[in-house]
Every structure is written in structure tokens, then in C-alpha cells.
């Protein structure tokens, strides 16, 4: 009889982490186990309070599956017994591993998708100075080898960090994450500023509470819906506002509904990008699956993290491998 339990884990990260909405200093991440005979199964979640979610929220609403999963609950019927959001990522995610385990069959092979390839990675600049973001740009790119940078931005003094770490880095992709940082009245100029830096993407510029002004103008680059873009449900609403939409496994509640709305977005035809939370390798593991669907693919947590799991997944420059059985799937 499969067992589940729900654990919460904190990791350090390197330094801090920060974004317009705040820094932290830890990653602190709930893993729902289940145990079958000798099969083990896991999935990582980041309960995320800008969802409404709190770490032992999420740990108790996976708890609270425990009969389901003993009476042999599947991905399917999880989808409409839980919201999507952390919560069923985790458990969801667990539910793919498990399967894989007993089968001896891997997950992309379950999903009915070709053994994903080594990819490149976005890395993350945290929010800070002009002055503290330039060198971490040319570090980034110097003996690390990156070669495509995401920049957190979202506040006074944007314009300011982005001259000073094309400056500094001028040859390397950038995309830029706003995080709902930008208003109305500045969207325009942040916008053509990113243009005439070379960035080839902006993620979320506005509260997606505003949004709908990013589909009365012409834009002149790229725009990628993060906050405003959850599961299928939301994806009528974005469709002439933005250009791509950002799929996270813990907004989509797992990678059972992240595999069916990157089919429908790019029937829509929106670009995607694959991202993250910053957590460890067991979370981003199965978001590599998405990646040869993906434009822009950010599974960057573990290199944020002082320490990471282990086995964790392998990062050689700005690539990262994809997962071996004995971390997930």
C-alpha cells in the first residue's frame, strides 16, 4: 500500500536572493515522498506567498492526501482533487517518479516525449546596485561561461542597471524579470530601453492586475507572462497580450497540467519559457522535460543554492543535463 509523507527542507542560498518584491536568504521547499514496496517516488515544491501559499499550508494539504494515495489515487484524478498551485506540483511530480520507479520505464518515455538533451540555462542577477549587478555580469560570464543572463529589475533605477551591465557583460543574452515591478506610466521607456540593450525578453512589467495595457500597444520587444500565467484556464486571457508565457511547474500544479498548456499555448501561438522557483534539483528535474518545447528555459535554483541535493543535476556552463533515475524519473 503506497505510503505518502510530506517533509519540509530549508537549503541556503549563495548570498541572497533578491527581486522587487524582497530578498531571502534560504530556500525553503516542502518534498512529498511515496513510498510503494521498494519504489520511492518524490516531488519538490516552493510554496509561494504571492499565491496565497505558506510552507506549512502546503505541507498539510499534501498530508491530507495521504488516504487517496494509499486507496491508489493517479495523476488524472489528482488534477480535480487539488487546486493547481505548490501543493499538487509536489505531489503530482511524486506520482510521475513513483511510476517511473515501478516500471522501470523513465518519465519522458511515460510523458511520450524523446530523451531530453543537455540545454542552455538562463542564470539570475538579483536585484541590486547598477554597480553590484555589473560585476556579477562579468563574472557570470567570465570563468562561469553563461551565456544567457536574466536580470531581475522592477526598480528605481533600472535604466541605470541595464547600461551598466550591457557595459560590463556586452556580448551575453539578457532577458529581464520585472516581477510587476514597472507601472503604466513608465512601461514605454523601460521597454525601448531593454530594446536598445539587445534584451531578447521581458518577463512580467506589469502587475498582472494591469496587464491588459500590454494589448493596446505596439511593443518593441518581446513580453513574457510569469504572474499572470497559471494553468490552461488563464491562458484565454493572454492571448494578444504577451508574446510567450513562463510555465512553472508550481503555478501549474504540476507537470501533468505544464505538459497540456504547452500544447495549447503553442496552438495559441505563444512562445514558451520553462522556469522556476529557487529550489533544488528534485524540483527542476522534471521542468526539464518542457525544455525542448521551450524558447527560453531558466532551471537556474541550484546554482543560487550553497548546496544542493545529492545527486543533483549537473550544470557545466551555462548547460544543464538532464536528470539521472536515481534523482527523479
Not at 525601448?192 to 498582472?208: H, I, S, Y
Not at 535554483?301 to 539521472?324: I, N
Request: charged share 20%; with cysteine.
Amino acid at each position: 500500500m503506497p505510503q505518502l509523507t510530506a517533509s519540509i527542507e530549508r537549503f541556503p542560498i549563495r548570498g541572497a536572493f533578491t527581486i522587487a518584491r524582497g530578498s531571502k536568504t534560504e530556500a525553503v521547499v516542502v518534498t512529498a515522498t511515496i513510498r510503494d514496496g521498494t519504489a520511492i517516488g518524490r516531488g519538490e515544491c516552493v510554496p509561494y506567498a504571492r499565491y496565497g501559499e505558506s510552507v506549512d499550508g502546503v505541507a498539510a494539504a499534501i498530508a491530507q492526501q495521504a488516504d487517496a494515495v494509499a486507496d491508489g489515487l493517479d495523476r488524472a484524478a489528482l488534477q480535480a482533487r487539488m487546486p493547481a498551485g505548490a501543493a499538487r506540483n509536489a505531489l503530482d511530480c511524486a506520482l510521475w517518479d513513483l511510476e517511473a520507479k515501478r516500471s522501470g520505464r523513465r518519465a519522458f518515455a511515460l510523458a511520450g516525449l524523446a530523451a531530453p538533451e543537455p540545454v542552455v540555462t538562463a542564470y539570475t542577477l538579483s536585484l541590486g546596485t547598477p554597480e553590484a549587478m555589473a560585476r556579477a555580469a562579468a563574472e557570470a560570464t567570465g570563468q562561469a561561461g553563461h551565456e544567457l543572463l536574466k536580470l531581475k529589475l522592477g526598480a528605481e533605477g533600472d535604466m541605470e542597471r541595464l547600461r551598466a551591465i550591457r557595459a560590463a557583460a556586452p556580448q551575453v543574452r539578457l532577458i529581464v524579470d520585472a516581477n510587476e515591478g514597472w507601472t503604466p506610466d513608465n512601461l514605454a521607456a523601460h521597454l525601448d530601453a531593454c530594446a536598445k540593450a539587445g534584451v531578447e525578453l521581458v518577463e512580467q512589467p506589469l502587475p498582472a492586475s494591469a496587464d491588459a495595457l500590454l494589448g493596446d500597444m505596439t511593443r518593441p520587444i518581446a513580453v513574457c507572462a510569469d504572474e499572470s500565467a497559471h494553468g490552461r484556464d488563464t491562458l484565454h486571457r493572454l492571448v494578444g497580450r504577451y508574446d510567450a508565457i513562463n510555465i512553472k511547474l508550481d503555478k501549474t500544479g504540476g507537470l501533468t497540467e505544464a505538459l497540456a498548456l504547452a500544447a495549447d499555448a503553442r496552438a495559441a501561438g505563444l512562445d514558451i519559457m520553462v522556469g522556476c522557483m529557487v529550489g533544488t534539483s528534485l524540483a527542476m528535474a522534471p521542468a526539464l522535460l518542457l525544455a525542448a518545447q521551450a524558447r527560453f528555459v531558466d532551471l537556474d535554483g541550484p546554482l543560487l543554492l550553497a548546496r544542493d541535493r545529492e545527486p543533483g543535476l549537473v550544470y557545466a556552463g551555462s548547460r544543464v543535463h538532464p536528470a539521472g533515475p536515481e534523482l527523479w524519473g
